[in-house]
């Protein structure tokens, strides 16, 4: 299992057997591991370098939103994260583009269009459903855009940092959690400032908070 090159990480046995077959027709000798929680996912992650692709549920415990997608691109730049879920309305599957997905699967999909977009990944381009409105909201785009960009500059721990800031935690608070010195959190947050262009700590949680699906998002069923 060393050698795996794939992780399907989903809460949900029988979406993760089939998206195993369609993996194994697109991806010669994947090595597929499987996640059912984002704690988990990261546990495999750091265990098997050999890992280049990521089928990460929306839904799954422990990611709330695009954060856990985010959180990926900071710690595991090289990994390619593939977005999958029930939610397959057009702002969603954009917003996860934006943010950094090479694709969005919606789990309705049947094997053959999984593996066009395994395949459509693979080739180094993105992937999203014919039927998606991709022209809606292009500034909000490019907004998203550059807020992934800034988050990946951030460092590991200034990315940790920035996720208690959103969480309304105080400098001590985030020190004793890192146990690291209170003066080390001041510095972290001025950086996080300086890298997200903003003024103050309310509006980088804010910014965070973006990456979070809005109540019209997260109407349907988390699946």
Aim: hydrophobic share 45%.
């Amino acid at each position: 299992m060393s050698q795996a090159k794939v992780i399907i990480a989903d809460d949900h046995p029988l979406f993760r057997t089939a998206l195993k077959q369609a993996i194994i027709e697109c991806i010669d000798d994947a090595g597929t591991l499987e996640a059912d929680n984002f704690s988990e996912l990261l546990i495999a992650i750091e265990a098997t370098p050999s890992l280049e692709i990521v089928f990460l549920d929306l839904h799954m415990p422990g990611n709330d939103g695009f954060t856990g997608l985010t959180q990926l691109q900071n710690h595991y730049p090289d990994l390619v994260v593939i977005m999958v879920s029930s939610d397959d309305n057009d702002e969603t599957m954009q917003k996860a583009i934006n943010f950094g997905a090479a694709a969005f699967i919606p789990k309705s999909a049947d094997l053959t269009t999984i593996a066009s977009a395994i395949d459509t990944v693979l080739m180094g381009d993105i992937w999203l459903p014919e039927l998606i409105e991709k022209n809606a909201g292009q500034q909000t785009a490019l907004a998203h855009q550059k807020l992934a960009k800034q988050l990946g500059q951030l460092t590991p721990q200034q990315y940790v940092v920035l996720t208690q800031i959103a969480d309304g935690q105080l400098n001590k608070q985030i020190a004793y959690y890192l146990n690291i010195k209170e003066t080390t959190v001041k510095k972290h947050v001025s950086a996080i400032l300086e890298k997200l262009e903003v003024n103050n700590r309310t509006l980088a949680g804010l910014a965070y908070q973006q990456l979070m699906l809005s109540p019209t998002e997260n109407v349907n069923s988390p699946i």
